[in-house]
Each structure stands twice: as structure tokens, then as C-alpha cells.
């Protein structure tokens, strides 16, 4: 039998909730079930003392929602945050859980079939080497009355567009009712960097840096795309790329 590697916390405020998540949880023996909440102050303090990979948070609790405790754990700022799963009885809340950096969103009631999917997929993101707490791993798209996850590590780069930003991937572009200072603020910031007003660009894509007149600049990125970079901004473009 594999010895536990991933630790634990769920937090449901119904019994019966409680009692379908760790029978599930406890069949699988990576995992291992360190505390059980009833609402979301115990939530926060099981995690503060437990330290969790994984964090099964009930949205709906008396006092504190789920998305309340995932603001106060943000706002501690002290360590690696856990992967969180969602799980409620309502689908209203499956998009802002999804642009909260949510792994996944459990609609009760669920099968084991569907519990299995999310807690594999909170394993992956869980492995992920350059995973970064707080930060979210995709971007949520709402277009013709369907919504699309477009994965981060796919953006190239994004553009301004008046009261809209634009995500380019190498393959096409989406429109997102968003503003660039928000982008900037949210994305991780060891990943991409605003080198211009209008442009905020994935470190890992750029190719090549080149000073232009002026003391400004302009780099490429490895889909060929060309992007003026501002004089202020360019010796932190440099920087930035020998760190990485």
C-alpha cells in the first residue's frame, strides 16, 4: 500500500456532507485526512495547523462561505496555500469558483466516479513543480453563451482593449471584460511582466530582447509576435530573463 502524500482538510457544514467526503477520501491511499470542519473558522484554523495540500471547501456555511475562508487564507500570506475543491448543492457558483483558481467544483450530489475526477485533478495541480500559491492556473473566457478555461501556461501574451483585454495563445485570441491593471495584479508575477501600457507579456514566451531608439526597446516571442517594450521597462524585461 502507497504511504500517504497528500494531506487533507475537508470542510462541509452538513453531516451527512462530512460523511460522503471522508469515505471517499480515506479509499485512496495517498491520501490522508487530517481534519474534518463544520464551518469556515475551523476551516482556517485546521489549515493553519495542518499545513493541507488539498482543501475540500464547502461554499455554503452559516457565518463564512467558502469563498470567504479562501479570501482569509490568501490574505495570510504565510506559505504555500492548499489546491482547492469546491463542493456545493448549488451551480450558481461554478464560475466565480473557477476564477478564484478553484482546481475543480463538486454539484451535489456527485458520484464516486465524478469525486475521483477532481481529487485526481487536485493531485496533479498539487505535483505541479512551478506551481504558485495564489495564483490562478487558467483564465475563464465567457463568449456566445458558453464559457471556455484557457490554461496560463498557453498565454503568450495579453493586450489592452479599451474596457477589455485581449489573450493570445499561439493558436487564437479571446476577448476578456477585464482590466489590464487587474491582469497585472493577478497573474503571478514571477510569470509575466507589463512591459508597455497595452501589453502584459509571459516571460517564458519571449525569445529575444533589442534596444530600439529612444532607449526603448522591442522584443519577440516565440510565435514570432514583435512587441514594443518602454524605456522604463526594460531593464526589469532584462533582469527578469536572466533570473529565469
Not at 71 to 83: F, K, N, S, T, W
Request: glycine share 4%; aromatic share 4%.
Amino acid at each position: 500500500m502507497s504511504a500517504p502524500r497528500y494531506r487533507v482538510v475537508l470542510v462541509d457544514d452538513e453531516p451527512l456532507g462530512r460523511a460522503t467526503l471522508r469515505r471517499l477520501l480515506n479509499a485512496d491511499p495517498e491520501v490522508q485526512l487530517l481534519a474534518e470542519c463544520a464551518h469556515g473558522q475551523q476551516a482556517l484554523e485546521a489549515v493553519a495547523e495542518h499545513d493541507p495540500e488539498l482543501l475540500f471547501l464547502d461554499v455554503q456555511m452559516p457565518g463564512m462561505d467558502g469563498f470567504e475562508v479562501l479570501e482569509r487564507l490568501r490574505a495570510r500570506d504565510d506559505g504555500d496555500r492548499p489546491v482547492v475543491v469546491f463542493t456545493t448543492a448549488h451551480d450558481d457558483y461554478a464560475l466565480k469558483a473557477f476564477d478564484v483558481a478553484a482546481v475543480d467544483y463538486l454539484h451535489k450530489p456527485f458520484d464516486d466516479e465524478r469525486f475521483a475526477r477532481a481529487l485526481e485533478r487536485a493531485k496533479a495541480r498539487a505535483r505541479e513543480p512551478d506551481a504558485e500559491p495564489g495564483g490562478p492556473r487558467h483564465l475563464t473566457v465567457h463568449r456566445a453563451g458558453a464559457t471556455e478555461r484557457v490554461e496560463l501556461a498557453q498565454v503568450l501574451w495579453i493586450e489592452s482593449a479599451d474596457q477589455y483585454v485581449r489573450i493570445h495563445t499561439a493558436a487564437s485570441s479571446h476577448l476578456l471584460r477585464e482590466s489590464m491593471q487587474h491582469m497585472e495584479q493577478t497573474l503571478a508575477p514571477r510569470r509575466f511582466l507589463r512591459v508597455h501600457r497595452s501589453a502584459l507579456v509571459a516571460l517564458e514566451h519571449v525569445t529575444r530582447v533589442e534596444a530600439t531608439s529612444g532607449g526603448t526597446g522591442r522584443l519577440t516571442l516565440d510565435d514570432g509576435t514583435e512587441l514594443p517594450v518602454s524605456r522604463t521597462k526594460l531593464p526589469t524585461l532584462r533582469e527578469r530573463l536572466r533570473e529565469s
